[in-house]
């Protein structure tokens, strides 16, 4: 059970001679059109394996906007799983058809379950799992993000021999399922740097518990404010950059890592002579989403 994959180029770019280095782009989010990027690579194991199993549905959870969500729910559709999302936030089961994630969601088949955010603190407790399982009937659990031991299987996937010749490979970080799967399969010469979406260090003692090697480090300055906080500067820097160099990113993940890197350039962290390797997670089909919040704030939206 593999997806039909196109193409993963890394995409030159160009930066002033002065500055002495090469940055490339990992296009991993021209893999798929729905499941692109990281997504594709933490599900494909897991869903060999609820295969395996003989396990029919597949139930995970998520928040409004949830890259994770649309994935599994196209994922479901493409192969025959039943699809179960819990949602954090009880207000949003009335929203669906202003929410282009959930609608997305809903389309590929996907059944919700919304929750208060108090509950959905809970929903790693044994208990939690097994009203869900008295719910809905048996079902194969895929965390909140992707992330666990077959997702970092795939994620090491992500490098291949010819990335051997960078010096750094960059990637944004959410839940450090990404990071950790390019640690195990990164050289020990390569050095990867992480850019947590959220604010606060506490990632490193996930990182570590999938982590093989010490190779790596997380740069925390470049989350904007926390998890799927945005503003102005942000737009206009991610709009400047796909008119540029003809690629979009998005506002969560990847439109702050390569802020993060080109900053990084710009302050002479990089040795002259560097190469770098960005991997362009996905996360596209976020933007509608919060394109809304942005002008239900009277910000520029991400064109």
Known sequence: MIFKLEHSINQQIYLPEEKGIELFIKREDRIHPFVSGNKYRKLKYNLIEAEKKGVKTLLTFGGAFSNHIAAVAAAGKDFGFRTIGVIRGEELSNKIADNPTLGFAKDCGMIFKFVSRDVYRAKTTESFIEDLKTEFGTFYLIPEGGTNALAIKGCEEILVDADAAFDFICTAVGTGGTISGLINCSKTSQQVLG????KGDFLKEDISKFATKSNWKLLTDYHFGGYAKINESLVRFINAFKKGNNIALDPVYTGKMMFGILDLIDRGFFPKGSKI????????????GMNTVLKNKNLPIIE
Request: hydrophobic share 50%; charged share 0%; net charge neutral.
């Open 195 to 198: 850019f947590p979406a959220l």
């Open 277 to 288: 390797l960005a991997i362009h997670t996905g996360g596209l089909q976020g933007i509608s």
